[in-house]
């Protein structure tokens, strides 16, 4: 019996690498004694269950938080065969347990009865030990792995033999390899699933679930018009490899949505929760209600909404007089102006001196004529003196040296990245009179029209369900929503970037791509694969999808479907000036000319009045 306690912590301890065991016994209290004692040398935390007093136990198979436990059971007790089926209803046999299940009857048949219909999955660490404990105080195991790829998916208990072990009363030690099991994980024994069909589920909204199958998988197998069904047909052909490296068949089952009316049930997700499909074809988000029932496995894709506008353009948007002021502060232009004016002051000073018998400018001419230098125009009198002209020379450089800053900075200005809308966040753009139309995709859909922050639902309220458009311009086709926001500028459309940059590299130019302006409809995030966290493929799923993300055949898929990124060249195209920028120019010129007119006029009534004196007086 001493045999077989140092079997027991040689197999936990230094083949499964556990310091946790419960021990399903039958066992006297001699042994039980001994065992507590070797197994509290060997720093292992035990706990002992008799099988002949009370049928456990699941309180204690359950009721844990330890990674993995191992469980010794020996067979040969009463109820041994009840606690088996026990953990065979409750899937017990899973990653989560080492279970190491002891027999001292030879021959495999008993083996075979005890799991020909256990539910045993790829995942199963279940060694089954036959005994032969010889009367010398030596005793040989014969090991064998059991596990079944998927019963459920027609799969039959798979028996190898492993290795021959030989106790003595204080240590164990390995006889013989009977396979080449102990070369490799598990996993690595078990990954190929040749002949099992996995259960796939899917979401396909372009075409009604009715088509048949053949015309639907033909639809995923295509490459064209990737705006349709994005992340399904992404998922459905970046999960070919994995259906190669598995050596299985996928069976699929369609789905009009990713989820239910909430956010657990229904659609693809409820396929998974309720066990009707082993794997999900299309991604999810993972979020803290779905963190209950699924785990992520590794990252899919970016996913992005977005609210996409061009600058709202009109005369009424580029009414401001300072347009062309803001190259200079006010102090600059008043320094400058009171120049001109000392300058005319003396130009003025300078042709009295210059021209005592012959005509000379008044003092508002030569200012005018200063204002003229100032504004690169020339002059048609200049002085005849030496000091005269250096100061008239230092004016004409000012007034370049002015000119060619201002022009400038106008230039850098009209040729610069197109001014950004005020409008930058959800909120401004829900009290905002601009248009807005929605991509009917049900992620989208389903998050404008029932989700509970704030800023979204606000936009809910004002932009559809109190909008006076029919519906049919609120839930637009990403295609049409595109070309309609390039043709009408503060036209609003929101939908996924994946989706909608498509059409946008497609149908704008690159410049018009420089003036559109993005609103993140919600926080950017990573969409990943999933599955049921009891899923026993969980893990061979994950290495085989680690496998293809660092050969870079994920990648190659990602990067073909999902467009999250637009390139601006600003550079290449004339610049128009518009309205909105030319508006105060003209503004200026008709007020000039008005002022002109009104002192025209006032000037021509002055001269009538003095004519009309001098008349009379003779």
């Not at 970016?302 to 401001?320: K, T, Y």
Request: aromatic share 10%.
């Amino acid at each position: 019996m001493w045999e077989l306690h140092s079997f027991i912590l040689y197999n936990i301890l230094h083949m499964a690498k556990i310091n946790h065991v419960l021990v399903l016994h039958c066992w006297s209290g001699e042994s039980l004694a001994h065992f507590a004692l070797v197994a509290n040398t060997g720093n292992v935390f035990t706990q002992f269950e008799d099988l002949n007093t009370k049928t456990p136990l699941e309180d204690q198979l359950l009721s844990h938080s330890i990674l993995r436990l191992g469980v010794f059971m020996d067979s040969n007790c009463g109820q041994s065969e009840t606690v088996l089926q026990m953990a065979s209803d409750r899937k017990l046999f899973s990653h989560r347990y080492h279970w190491l299940i002891y027999d001292r009857l030879p021959g495999l048949s008993r083996m075979e009865t005890l799991f020909s219909r256990a539910q045993l999955f790829v995942d199963a660490d279940v060694t089954y030990a036959i005994g032969d404990l010889e009367p010398t105080s030596r005793a040989l195991f014969t090991l064998y792995d059991l596990h079944n790829k998927g019963r459920q998916l027609g799969g039959e208990l798979n028996i190898t033999v492993d290795q021959e072990i030989v106790c003595h009363e204080l240590e164990c030690r390995v006889q013989r390899y009977l396979s080449d099991l102990h070369t490799r994980d598990r996993l690595q024994h078990r990954k190929s699933l040749t002949g099992m069909i996995m259960r796939a589920t899917a979401a396909v909204n372009s075409m009604p679930l009715n088509t048949s199958q053949e015309i639907i998988l033909s639809f995923m197998e295509t490459r064209d018009r990737i705006h349709l069904d994005t992340y399904a047909r992404l998922g459905y052909q970046s999960r070919q490899p994995l259906r190669e490296m598995l050596d299985c068949k996928f069976e699929y089952m369609f789905r009009d949505r990713w989820t239910g009316d909430g956010n657990v049930s229904g659609g693809m997700i409820g396929d998974l929760i309720t066990e009707a499909a082993d794997l999900s074809i299309a991604p999810f988000i993972y979020s803290f209600d779905r963190a209950l029932f699924i785990k992520p496995l590794t990252k899919f894709s970016i996913f992005r909404d977005v609210c996409m506008f061009r600058n709202p353009r009109s005369v009424s948007a580029g009414l401001s007089a300072t347009e062309f002021l803001q190259p200079f502060s006010g102090g600059v232009w008043l320094a400058f102006g009171l120049l001109l004016i000392v300058a005319g002051c003396m130009l003025w000073a300078t042709f009295r001196m210059e021209r005592l018998s012959e005509w000379r400018p008044s003092l508002l001419t030569s200012c005018l004529i200063s204002f003229g230098a100032g504004c690169i125009q020339g002059a048609w009198l200049t002085p005849r003196s030496l000091s005269g002209r250096m100061a008239f020379y230092a004016l004409m450089l000012t007034s370049f040296l002015m000119y060619n800053y201002y022009t400038s900075i106008v230039v850098s200005k009209l040729l610069g990245r197109p001014a950004k809308s005020s409008i930058r966040t959800l909120q401004q753009l829900a009290d905002s009179s601009l248009q807005v139309a929605i991509e009917p995709t049900p992620y989208t859909l389903v998050y404008v029209t029932t989700s509970d922050q704030p800023d979204v639902h606000s936009l809910y309220l004002n932009k559809v369900a109190g909008s006076k458009q029919s519906p049919d311009h609120i839930w637009m086709s990403t295609e049409e929503g595109v070309k309609r926001m390039r043709d009408n500028a503060g036209f609003v459309y929101i939908a996924g970037a994946a989706t909608a940059y498509e059409f946008v590299r497609k149908y704008f130019l690159p410049h018009q791509i420089c003036e559109l302006n993005e609103i993140p409809l919600r926080d950017a995030s990573h969409t990943h694969t999933v599955v049921l966290k009891s899923c026993p493929y969980a893990e061979l799923f994950r290495l085989n999808e680690l496998r293809m993300l660092e050969t870079g055949i994920h990648f190659k898929h990602e990067r073909y479907w999902m467009r999250t990124k637009l390139h601006c060249y600003q550079h290449n195209h004339s610049v128009a000036v518009g309205l909105e920028y030319a508006t105060p120019l003209f503004i200026l010129l008709l007020g000039s000319i008005v002022l002109c007119v009104g002192l025209l006029g006032l000037e021509v009534l002055w001269h009538r009045h003095r004519h009309g004196h001098t008349a009379l007086r003779h």
